[in-house]
């Protein structure tokens, strides 16, 4: 029952917030610091809507290594309130052009200046990942992506997608991998504490000393990473 009544106030609460957010938004529209200011709107309280104790450790290193690329694994959408209540400024992220159809939240995260991408067609993607470079080398713009592609809950980080790190590459910019614990196998929103969401931030990796064609290689380094902080972190 606690669940139910959760889900019903978040959803009324994103709802309300999204279409406030949708308005403001049309008066700098795409603007890259849009993200920031709804990240923090949406985030923290989200979360104590859920019952969630979320603690971040390394959280200075995304500061000190912006404008750059971020990583981290998906699990959940609970994923997107987490990394919305830490955001730095300027720093927004890539995510399906599809969730731009969802009433409200769409529109809002879409004039937040966040980048869309059509995974569907490749060419379409490979632009989007050049527009991403372009807003990172010369809009002062971090980008945080999430290289697994969708969803995973089944244990473990699923493989890492290339084309996020070959834009990391060209870029030449920092590349900062974050790690979340394996929250989704122990959140019961049905308990008044749901549970805790760990995030630690990685140290950043230099791109200059990588080339392109060393992508597959980056990916594979970054998911061995990433694979051996989760299996560190306490759940």
Same mark, same amino acid.
């Given at each position: ?44 309280? +989200? ?5 969630? &104790?979320?603690? *971040? ?7 000190? /290594? @912006?404008? !750059? ?63 991403? +470079? ?5 809009? &002062?713009?971090? *980008? ?7 969803? /995973? @809950?089944? !244990? ?80």
């Amino acid at each position: 029952m606690l669940k139910v009544l959760r889900i019903i106030f978040v959803t009324l609460y994103v709802t309300t917030t999204s279409l406030i957010g949708t308005l403001l938004c049309l008066l700098r529209p795409f603007n890259p610091d849009n993200a920031r200011l709804m990240g923090r709107v949406l985030g923290r309280p +989200v979360l104590k809507m859920l019952g969630i &104790d979320f603690q *971040i450790e390394g959280k200075e290193i995304l500061v000190e /290594n @912006r404008p !750059g690329i971020f990583i981290s694994n998906h699990q959940d959408n609970i994923d997107l309130f987490c990394c919305g209540a830490i955001i730095p400024k300027r720093t927004v992220s890539l995510g399906k052009k599809s969730l731009r159809w969802i009433p409200f939240f769409g529109q809002m995260y879409w004039l937040t200046g966040n980048v869309l991408i059509d995974r569907a067609h490749k060419k379409r993607a490979y632009g989007t990942m050049d527009k991403a +470079v372009e807003a990172v080398t010369e809009k &002062d713009t971090t *980008i945080w992506m999430m290289p697994e592609g969708t969803r /995973n @809950r089944v !244990g473990g980080v699923a493989p890492f997608k290339k084309g996020v790190f070959y834009a990391a590459i060209k870029s030449r910019r920092p590349l900062t991998p974050i790690c979340f614990n394996r929250y989704s196998e122990h959140i019961n929103l049905n308990k008044i504490k749901s549970g805790k969401i760990r995030m630690k931030v990685l140290s950043p990796i230099d791109t200059t000393k990588w080339k392109e064609d060393q992508a597959g290689e980056l990916a594979e380094h970054c998911h061995d990473l990433v694979s051996q902080c989760l299996k560190e972190m306490p759940n």
